[in-house]
């Protein structure tokens, strides 16, 4: 059977605190939805301000092959903004519960009911279709449904309920939506939050019983808690339910990666399917297996969200992880030599460290005995940033074993000594592919690890550095990526 995914990233994902998108922004989002194969897209709410009405605007024009719909409240107003935005329907949220109607909407029920009938019949009659929302639908009395679609069953294109405050269960909403699609034969939308953590299992049992549209955001956004990750649930309701959806999943990865970085709020370690985590395997026992057969510590293939598995050295290594890791670099080391790399890698765990593939690569270098000819060295580095100055750095290196100075600008400080590095460099094909800075608790005097994945055709490393100064944190780590890329 088929469920459609109505994507609200744009409107309750923007809603997360501290979330703000651009009209620019927006787009590129909108564009990655559509990519990913999402039937209808939440552009959000025309009423907000003249930017976000430019910005839905800007996204019903594109030509996207997604229906595109805009939050409305139950207002004239509200659908005129709408229509003035082009979009194809109105995502029109009516509060109903007792509670909504009396405190928020000071009315009655009764009254609130004409009030939508009047609305969905004007927007109708504007040719918009409209999907219509019960917020805190959870809380809201079925009876009162029933006579909504009693009202306005007939004109409305869906019908929706919303678990506003994440207080439903599975077994209530699934009775919501067996009630009902027994009333009357209508799509059913089901909208969830997580603060409970079951946003995920409500919708679920919400579409096995009976709702054909899922709410859902990349990596989980939303106010709070959020809403239900569109990867987890399209994911599982594929995975282990057999529902079709049109979601290209090996597009999965790159589209939560793209929400992370546009609206900086970074995706937990351990999330599913789209966490750093997720696909990583560490443990020496989970290595072995893997290394036998994938499927005995992954049930999800790392292809099927478009990403790869990652062998991580910490304590936990095994030899078979650390020997399949080695076969893979092309390094081929006496037994002895062995024993030793694996005990450093240990005992560097023990100590706390994330081990990179130039840590990996230095500790091997250290028990062959081999000193590799650094490639770049940093002899005299510069950075400046302020209020009133464009941050700029200016450094002196020997690259090559030739003394180069240069300068550059940037985004900010680190940004502006990359760049310099990267000028004096001069390898067109290196490319940083992940930055990510860990501040080792404390005051503004706490130490900082930065760690990056850089890239230089088909080679790819990761390093770090750690230093009380962000900026030469991040130099160290580029230099020392670069000196393992390009060193061999
Ligand atoms: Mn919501």
């Not at 953590?197 to 989980?220: D, E, F, P």
């Not at 709020?265 to 290595?287: C, D, P, Y």
């Not at 078979?320 to 670099?329: E, N, P, Q, T, Y």
């Amino acid at each position: 059977m088929r469920v459609y995914v109505l994507d609200t990233t744009l409107r309750d994902g923007e809603q997360t605190p501290g979330v703000s998108l651009s009209p620019e922004e927006k787009l590129q989002i909108a564009k990655a939805l559509d990519d990913l194969g999402v039937d209808y897209i939440e552009a959000g709410s025309a009423a907000t301000s003249p930017g976000e009405a430019e910005g839905i605007k800007r996204i019903a024009n594109e030509g996207l092959r997604a229906k595109i719909l805009s939050f409305s409240r139950v207002m004239e107003k509200d659908v005129d903004l709408c229509r003035r935005c082009d979009v194809d329907g109105l995502f029109l949220v009516a509060p109903t519960s007792e509670g909504h109607i009396r405190a928020k909407l000071q009315t009655t029920p009764s009254e609130f009911l004409e009030r939508i009938s009047g609305v969905v019949e004007y927007a109708k009659s504007s040719g918009l279709c409209v999907d219509l929302c019960c917020e805190d639908g959870s809380r809201t009395d079925i009876d009162y449904m029933k006579r909504i679609l009693d009202r306005v069953g007939d004109q409305i294109d869906r019908f929706t309920i919303a678990d506003t405050v994440g207080a439903g269960s599975p077994e209530l909403m699934a009775g919501y939506f067996q009630q009902l699609s027994r009333y009357k034969k209508l799509p059913y939308g089901v909208h969830c939050h997580d603060d409970l953590g079951l946003a995920v299992a409500n919708t679920i049992a919400s579409v096995k019983a009976g709702a054909n549209t899922v709410n859902v955001t990349i990596n989980g956004l939303g106010e709070r808690a959020g809403n239900a990750p569109l990867e987890e649930v399209v994911s599982a309701l594929d995975i282990l339910y057999g529902y079709n959806t049109s979601i290209k999943t090996e597009r999965l990865y790159k589209v939560s990666k793209l929400v992370e970085e546009l609206t900086g709020v970074a995706v937990q370690a351990n999330k599913a399917l789209v966490g750093k985590n997720a696909f990583t395997h560490e443990s020496g026992i989970h290595v072995d297996g893997l290394l036998k057969n994938t499927s005995t510590y992954e049930f999800v293939k790392p292809e099927y969200v478009g990403r790869k598995r990652v062998f991580m050295f910490g304590k936990h290594v095994g030899g078979k992880g650390l020997k399949a890791v080695m076969d893979g670099l092309g390094i081929q080391v006496n037994e002895d030599q062995f024993k030793r790399i694996f005990r450093e890698i240990k005992s560097m765990g023990d100590r706390g460290k994330t081990i990179t593939d130039a840590d990996l690569l230095a500790i091997i270098d250290q028990v062959r005995g081999e000193k590799r000819k650094k490639f770049i060295e940093i002899v005299e580095l510069r950075s400046e940033s302020g209020n009133k100055i464009k941050p700029h750095a200016t450094v002196v290196m020997r690259v090559g074993g030739k003394r180069t100075r240069e300068s550059a600008e940037g985004d900010g400080p680190v940004d502006a000594a990359i760049n310099a590095i990267m000028k004096a460099v001069g390898r067109k094909n290196i490319r940083l592919e992940e930055y990510h800075v860990d501040a080792i608790t404390g005051g503004t005097d706490a130490g900082v690890s930065v760690q990056v994945k850089m890239r230089a055709g088909d080679k790819v490393i990761t390093a770090s550095g750690i230093n009380t100064d962000i900026v030469m944190a991040s130099v160290q780590a580029i230099v020392n990526g670069i000196n393992y890329l390009v060193g061999g």
